[in-house]
Protein backbone atom coordinates (compact mmCIF):
# COMPACT_ATOMS: atom_id res chain seq x y z
CA UNK A 1 0.00 0.00 0.00
CA UNK A 2 1.65 3.39 -1.11
CA UNK A 3 0.94 6.46 0.78
CA UNK A 4 3.01 8.79 -1.58
CA UNK A 5 2.43 11.89 -3.05
CA UNK A 6 0.50 11.30 -6.35
CA UNK A 7 1.44 13.32 -9.39
CA UNK A 8 -1.92 14.64 -9.23
CA UNK A 9 -1.99 15.29 -6.16
CA UNK A 10 1.14 17.08 -6.48
CA UNK A 11 -0.19 19.51 -9.59
CA UNK A 12 -3.14 20.36 -7.73
CA UNK A 13 -0.86 21.29 -4.76
CA UNK A 14 1.27 23.68 -6.84
CA UNK A 15 -1.64 25.44 -8.43
CA UNK A 16 -3.14 26.10 -4.69
CA UNK A 17 0.03 28.66 -4.45
CA UNK A 18 -1.18 30.22 -7.73
CA UNK A 19 -3.53 33.18 -7.64
CA UNK A 20 -6.61 32.87 -10.40
CA UNK A 21 -5.85 29.41 -11.34
CA UNK A 22 -8.66 27.93 -12.72
CA UNK A 23 -8.04 24.60 -12.65
CA UNK A 24 -7.76 23.98 -16.52
CA UNK A 25 -4.01 23.99 -16.12
CA UNK A 26 -4.32 20.60 -13.59
CA UNK A 27 -6.71 19.10 -16.05
CA UNK A 28 -5.17 19.23 -19.07
CA UNK A 29 -1.73 17.86 -16.92
CA UNK A 30 -4.09 14.86 -15.59
CA UNK A 31 -5.08 14.48 -19.69
CA UNK A 32 -1.32 14.59 -20.22
CA UNK A 33 -0.21 12.03 -17.68
CA UNK A 34 -3.01 9.47 -18.88
CA UNK A 35 -1.80 9.64 -22.34
CA UNK A 36 1.65 8.68 -20.97
CA UNK A 37 0.43 5.82 -18.88
CA UNK A 38 -1.51 4.12 -22.22
CA UNK A 39 1.72 4.62 -23.92
CA UNK A 40 3.75 2.83 -21.18
CA UNK A 41 1.45 0.55 -21.32
CA UNK A 42 1.46 0.02 -25.33
CA UNK A 43 5.49 0.26 -25.03
CA UNK A 44 5.49 -2.55 -22.40
CA UNK A 45 3.36 -5.22 -24.60
CA UNK A 46 5.20 -4.69 -27.49
CA UNK A 47 5.44 -7.74 -29.25
CA UNK A 48 2.76 -9.39 -27.52
CA UNK A 49 -0.14 -6.83 -29.51
CA UNK A 50 1.95 -6.45 -32.27
CA UNK A 51 2.97 -2.99 -31.71
CA UNK A 52 6.77 -3.09 -33.16
CA UNK A 53 7.97 -2.96 -36.35
CA UNK A 54 7.55 0.01 -39.12
CA UNK A 55 4.36 0.90 -40.22
CA UNK A 56 6.19 2.04 -44.06
CA UNK A 57 5.08 5.08 -43.47
CA UNK A 58 7.45 8.46 -43.38
CA UNK A 59 6.74 11.37 -41.45
CA UNK A 60 7.32 15.22 -42.43
CA UNK A 61 11.20 14.82 -41.91
CA UNK A 62 11.33 12.12 -44.42
CA UNK A 63 11.92 9.64 -41.59
CA UNK A 64 10.16 5.85 -41.80
CA UNK A 65 7.32 5.67 -38.83
CA UNK A 66 7.59 3.05 -36.73
CA UNK A 67 3.83 1.64 -35.70
CA UNK A 68 4.55 2.53 -32.06
CA UNK A 69 5.16 6.06 -33.50
CA UNK A 70 1.19 6.40 -34.99
CA UNK A 71 -0.22 4.83 -32.07
CA UNK A 72 1.52 7.35 -29.50
CA UNK A 73 0.93 9.76 -31.67
CA UNK A 74 -3.10 8.98 -31.94
CA UNK A 75 -2.84 8.43 -28.56
CA UNK A 76 -2.10 11.87 -27.19
CA UNK A 77 -4.21 13.44 -29.77
CA UNK A 78 -7.21 11.39 -28.25
CA UNK A 79 -6.48 12.34 -24.46
CA UNK A 80 -6.63 15.96 -25.33
CA UNK A 81 -8.73 16.74 -28.10
CA UNK A 82 -11.88 16.72 -26.03
CA UNK A 83 -11.18 18.33 -22.81
CA UNK A 84 -11.67 21.87 -23.75
CA UNK A 85 -8.36 23.00 -22.15
CA UNK A 86 -6.51 22.33 -25.71
CA UNK A 87 -6.82 25.13 -28.44
CA UNK A 88 -4.43 23.41 -30.90
CA UNK A 89 -1.69 20.29 -31.09
CA UNK A 90 1.47 20.77 -32.76
CA UNK A 91 3.52 16.56 -33.04
CA UNK A 92 6.83 15.79 -34.52
CA UNK A 93 4.86 12.88 -36.52
CA UNK A 94 2.57 15.34 -38.23
CA UNK A 95 2.88 17.99 -40.84
CA UNK A 96 0.64 20.62 -39.68
CA UNK A 97 -1.55 21.95 -36.78
CA UNK A 98 -3.90 19.71 -35.33
CA UNK A 99 -6.95 21.68 -34.68
CA UNK A 100 -9.46 20.33 -31.81
CA UNK A 101 -12.68 18.82 -34.15
CA UNK A 102 -16.06 21.05 -34.10
CA UNK A 103 -17.82 19.19 -31.45
CA UNK A 104 -15.45 19.86 -28.55
CA UNK A 105 -14.89 23.49 -26.95
CA UNK A 106 -11.18 24.70 -27.10
CA UNK A 107 -9.14 26.01 -24.40
CA UNK A 108 -6.16 28.87 -23.93
CA UNK A 109 -3.11 26.46 -24.33
CA UNK A 110 -1.12 24.90 -26.91
CA UNK A 111 0.17 21.37 -26.42
CA UNK A 112 3.03 20.30 -28.38
CA UNK A 113 4.67 16.90 -28.19
CA UNK A 114 7.42 14.27 -29.59
CA UNK A 115 4.87 11.60 -28.95
CA UNK A 116 7.86 8.52 -28.82
CA UNK A 117 11.26 10.11 -28.67
CA UNK A 118 14.04 7.32 -29.74
CA UNK A 119 11.53 5.36 -31.26
CA UNK A 120 14.74 3.55 -33.43
CA UNK A 121 15.49 2.29 -30.50
CA UNK A 122 11.64 0.58 -29.72
CA UNK A 123 12.23 -3.13 -31.75
CA UNK A 124 15.89 -3.82 -29.90
CA UNK A 125 13.91 -3.12 -26.34
CA UNK A 126 15.63 -0.27 -25.20
CA UNK A 127 14.25 2.93 -22.92
CA UNK A 128 12.24 5.81 -25.47
CA UNK A 129 10.09 8.50 -24.20
CA UNK A 130 7.76 11.07 -24.69
CA UNK A 131 8.43 15.00 -24.44
CA UNK A 132 5.87 17.56 -24.40
CA UNK A 133 5.88 21.32 -24.00
CA UNK A 134 2.85 23.63 -23.02
CA UNK A 135 2.29 27.16 -24.01
CA UNK A 136 -0.36 29.93 -23.55
CA UNK A 137 -2.51 30.32 -27.06
CA UNK A 138 -2.10 33.63 -27.95
CA UNK A 139 -4.82 36.28 -26.94
CA UNK A 140 -8.14 36.64 -29.34
CA UNK A 141 -7.26 33.48 -31.29
CA UNK A 142 -9.55 31.20 -32.28
CA UNK A 143 -7.98 28.86 -34.58
CA UNK A 144 -4.47 28.26 -33.83
CA UNK A 145 -2.08 28.10 -36.65
CA UNK A 146 1.58 27.10 -37.13
CA UNK A 147 2.58 30.44 -36.48
CA UNK A 148 0.90 30.83 -32.98
CA UNK A 149 3.26 27.96 -32.23
CA UNK A 150 6.13 29.73 -32.65
CA UNK A 151 7.02 31.06 -29.69
CA UNK A 152 10.24 31.12 -27.38
CA UNK A 153 11.05 28.17 -25.03
CA UNK A 154 10.89 31.27 -22.54
CA UNK A 155 7.32 31.11 -22.80
CA UNK A 156 6.87 27.75 -21.92
CA UNK A 157 4.45 27.28 -19.13
CA UNK A 158 5.33 23.80 -18.76
CA UNK A 159 7.47 21.06 -19.92
CA UNK A 160 8.09 17.46 -18.97
CA UNK A 161 8.61 14.17 -20.34
CA UNK A 162 7.75 10.11 -19.91
CA UNK A 163 10.61 7.67 -19.98
CA UNK A 164 9.57 4.10 -20.54
CA UNK A 165 12.62 2.59 -19.14
CA UNK A 166 12.95 -0.35 -16.70
CA UNK A 167 10.33 1.68 -14.78
CA UNK A 168 8.09 4.98 -16.25
CA UNK A 169 8.62 7.36 -15.53
CA UNK A 170 7.27 11.43 -15.43
CA UNK A 171 9.84 14.44 -15.02
CA UNK A 172 8.16 17.63 -15.10
CA UNK A 173 8.69 21.30 -15.00
CA UNK A 174 5.98 24.55 -14.24
CA UNK A 175 9.06 27.15 -13.39
CA UNK A 176 9.37 26.19 -10.11
CA UNK A 177 12.05 23.44 -9.89
CA UNK A 178 11.68 19.72 -11.33
CA UNK A 179 10.12 16.71 -10.10
CA UNK A 180 9.98 12.75 -10.80
CA UNK A 181 7.49 10.54 -10.30
CA UNK A 182 7.46 7.05 -10.97
CA UNK A 183 4.60 5.03 -12.32
CA UNK A 184 3.12 1.99 -9.70
CA UNK A 185 1.75 -0.26 -12.24
CA UNK A 186 -0.42 -1.97 -9.52
CA UNK A 187 -2.27 1.10 -9.14
CA UNK A 188 -1.82 3.02 -12.52
CA UNK A 189 -0.72 5.92 -10.69
CA UNK A 190 2.56 8.09 -10.88
CA UNK A 191 4.19 8.29 -7.43
CA UNK A 192 6.28 11.51 -6.57
CA UNK A 193 9.76 9.09 -5.64
CA UNK A 194 12.15 12.47 -7.03
CA UNK A 195 11.93 15.46 -5.43
CA UNK A 196 13.62 18.87 -6.42
CA UNK A 197 15.85 17.26 -9.05
CA UNK A 198 19.10 19.12 -9.47
CA UNK A 199 22.55 18.55 -11.88
CA UNK A 200 25.73 18.74 -10.63
CA UNK A 201 27.94 21.48 -12.14
CA UNK A 202 30.94 19.53 -13.22
CA UNK A 203 30.87 16.09 -14.97
CA UNK A 204 33.37 13.71 -16.56
CA UNK A 205 30.42 11.94 -18.63
CA UNK A 206 29.89 13.38 -21.74
CA UNK A 207 26.86 11.99 -24.56
CA UNK A 208 27.58 12.59 -28.74
CA UNK A 209 27.02 10.39 -31.48
CA UNK A 210 30.98 10.32 -32.13
CA UNK A 211 30.51 8.39 -35.46
CA UNK A 212 30.06 11.55 -36.84
CA UNK A 213 32.74 13.72 -35.68
CA UNK A 214 34.63 13.72 -38.99
CA UNK A 215 31.44 15.97 -40.05
CA UNK A 216 31.73 18.09 -37.14
CA UNK A 217 32.66 22.09 -36.50
CA UNK A 218 36.19 22.53 -35.20
CA UNK A 219 35.20 23.39 -31.56
CA UNK A 220 33.00 20.52 -30.93
CA UNK A 221 36.24 18.16 -32.35
CA UNK A 222 38.20 20.24 -29.95
CA UNK A 223 36.10 19.79 -26.89
CA UNK A 224 35.57 16.28 -27.43
CA UNK A 225 39.06 15.45 -28.57
CA UNK A 226 40.02 17.21 -25.24
CA UNK A 227 37.63 14.78 -23.25
CA UNK A 228 39.03 12.01 -25.15
CA UNK A 229 42.63 12.46 -24.50
CA UNK A 230 41.95 11.91 -20.38
CA UNK A 231 43.91 12.68 -17.88
CA UNK A 232 47.36 12.66 -20.85
CA UNK A 233 45.46 15.94 -22.38
CA UNK A 234 44.46 19.29 -21.71
CA UNK A 235 41.99 18.52 -18.84
CA UNK A 236 43.86 16.59 -17.22
CA UNK A 237 41.01 13.98 -16.00
CA UNK A 238 39.82 11.04 -18.06
CA UNK A 239 35.91 11.06 -19.28
CA UNK A 240 33.54 8.48 -19.56
CA UNK A 241 31.05 8.14 -22.42
CA UNK A 242 27.43 6.68 -22.73
CA UNK A 243 25.07 7.37 -26.02
CA UNK A 244 21.67 5.67 -25.79
CA UNK A 245 20.25 7.25 -29.07
CA UNK A 246 17.33 8.18 -27.03
CA UNK A 247 17.36 11.74 -25.53
CA UNK A 248 14.82 11.11 -23.13
CA UNK A 249 17.48 8.08 -21.10
CA UNK A 250 20.35 10.80 -21.74
CA UNK A 251 18.71 13.65 -20.31
CA UNK A 252 17.58 11.45 -17.60
CA UNK A 253 20.69 10.05 -16.55
CA UNK A 254 21.98 13.59 -16.88
CA UNK A 255 19.45 14.84 -14.30
CA UNK A 256 20.05 11.92 -11.97
CA UNK A 257 23.92 11.91 -12.16
CA UNK A 258 25.14 14.63 -14.68
CA UNK A 259 26.90 14.90 -18.01
CA UNK A 260 26.94 17.00 -21.07
CA UNK A 261 24.83 15.97 -23.99
CA UNK A 262 25.41 16.91 -27.70
CA UNK A 263 23.78 16.78 -30.83
CA UNK A 264 25.56 19.34 -33.08
CA UNK A 265 24.78 20.31 -36.37
CA UNK A 266 27.17 19.22 -38.76
CA UNK A 267 28.63 19.21 -42.57
CA UNK A 268 26.26 16.53 -43.95
CA UNK A 269 23.03 18.61 -42.59
CA UNK A 270 24.24 21.45 -43.60
CA UNK A 271 24.47 19.95 -47.08
CA UNK A 272 21.03 19.33 -46.83
CA UNK A 273 20.11 22.54 -45.72
CA UNK A 274 19.60 21.39 -41.73
CA UNK A 275 20.51 23.08 -38.90
CA UNK A 276 20.29 19.86 -36.73
CA UNK A 277 18.82 17.05 -35.97
CA UNK A 278 16.80 17.67 -32.87
CA UNK A 279 13.91 19.74 -33.19
CA UNK A 280 13.42 23.05 -31.31
CA UNK A 281 9.91 22.70 -30.49
CA UNK A 282 9.36 19.22 -29.71
CA UNK A 283 12.83 17.96 -28.22
CA UNK A 284 15.52 20.80 -27.33
CA UNK A 285 12.83 23.41 -26.22
CA UNK A 286 11.29 20.97 -23.28
CA UNK A 287 14.72 19.51 -22.38
CA UNK A 288 16.49 22.84 -22.15
CA UNK A 289 13.56 24.28 -19.40
CA UNK A 290 13.81 20.61 -17.73
CA UNK A 291 17.63 20.98 -17.53
CA UNK A 292 17.78 24.90 -16.74
CA UNK A 293 14.82 24.41 -13.58
CA UNK A 294 17.20 21.50 -12.22
CA UNK A 295 20.66 24.43 -12.62
CA UNK A 296 22.14 23.03 -15.34
CA UNK A 297 22.88 25.10 -18.92
CA UNK A 298 21.49 24.09 -22.85
CA UNK A 299 22.62 26.04 -25.60
CA UNK A 300 23.10 25.58 -29.40
CA UNK A 301 27.11 26.34 -28.55
CA UNK A 302 26.26 29.77 -29.70
CA UNK A 303 22.89 31.21 -28.14
CA UNK A 304 20.67 29.91 -25.32
CA UNK A 305 18.13 27.72 -26.96
CA UNK A 306 15.02 29.13 -24.97
CA UNK A 307 16.11 32.34 -26.35
CA UNK A 308 15.50 31.32 -30.17
CA UNK A 309 12.66 32.59 -31.83
CA UNK A 310 11.37 30.24 -33.85
CA UNK A 311 10.67 30.35 -37.62
CA UNK A 312 9.12 26.96 -38.40
CA UNK A 313 7.06 24.77 -36.59
CA UNK A 314 9.46 21.54 -37.34
CA UNK A 315 12.69 24.17 -37.06
CA UNK A 316 15.98 21.87 -35.90
CA UNK A 317 18.25 23.48 -33.95
CA UNK A 318 22.21 21.79 -32.63
CA UNK A 319 21.67 20.70 -29.19
CA UNK A 320 24.78 21.08 -26.32
CA UNK A 321 22.76 20.71 -22.78
CA UNK A 322 23.69 19.37 -19.39
CA UNK A 323 26.00 20.19 -16.40
CA UNK A 324 26.85 23.76 -16.38
CA UNK A 325 30.64 23.95 -16.15
CA UNK A 326 30.69 21.85 -18.89
CA UNK A 327 28.35 23.48 -21.30
CA UNK A 328 30.24 26.83 -20.34
CA UNK A 329 33.37 25.23 -21.66
CA UNK A 330 31.75 23.86 -25.03
CA UNK A 331 30.02 27.77 -25.79
CA UNK A 332 33.62 29.32 -24.78
CA UNK A 333 34.93 27.17 -27.35
CA UNK A 334 32.83 27.87 -30.18
CA UNK A 335 32.65 31.74 -29.19
CA UNK A 336 36.80 31.62 -29.09
CA UNK A 337 36.60 29.94 -32.63
CA UNK A 338 33.67 32.38 -34.21
CA UNK A 339 36.08 35.12 -33.02
CA UNK A 340 39.06 34.08 -34.08
CA UNK A 341 37.63 33.30 -37.60
CA UNK A 342 35.93 36.88 -37.80
CA UNK A 343 39.19 37.98 -36.93
P1 LIG B 1 13.48 10.73 -33.15
O1 LIG B 1 12.66 11.84 -32.61
O2 LIG B 1 13.21 10.46 -34.60
O3 LIG B 1 13.42 9.50 -32.31
O4 LIG B 1 15.01 11.27 -33.17
C1 LIG B 1 15.56 11.83 -32.02
C2 LIG B 1 16.57 10.89 -31.40
C3 LIG B 1 17.04 11.34 -30.05
O5 LIG B 1 16.28 10.74 -29.03
C4 LIG B 1 18.46 10.85 -30.00
O6 LIG B 1 19.26 11.67 -29.18
C5 LIG B 1 18.90 10.92 -31.43
O7 LIG B 1 17.73 10.91 -32.22
C6 LIG B 1 19.76 9.76 -31.84
O8 LIG B 1 20.27 10.00 -33.10
P2 LIG B 1 21.31 9.00 -33.81
O9 LIG B 1 20.53 7.80 -34.25
O10 LIG B 1 21.84 9.82 -34.94
O11 LIG B 1 22.37 8.63 -32.83
MG1 LIG C 1 12.22 12.84 -31.26
Not at 69 to 92: P, R, T, Y
Not at 102 to 118: E, N
Not at 181 to 192: A, K, P, S, Y
Amino acid sequence: MHNGTTITQFIIEEQRHIDNATGDFTSLLNDVVTACKVISNAVNHGALIDVLGSAESENIQGETQKKLDIISNDIFLKSNEWSGHVAAMASEEMEDVYQIPSQYPRGKYLLVFDPLDGSSNIDVNVSVGTIFSILRCPEGIENPTAEDFLQPGSKQVCAGYALYGPSSMMVLTTGNGVNGFTLDQNIGEFILTHGAMSIPEDTQEFAVNASNMRFWEAPLKRYIEECLAGSEGPRGRDFNMRWIASMVAEVHRILTRGGVFMYPVDSKMKAKGLEGKLRLLYEANPMSMIIEQAGGMSSTGRERIMDIEPSDLHQRVPVILGSRNEVQRAIDYHLRDDAESAA
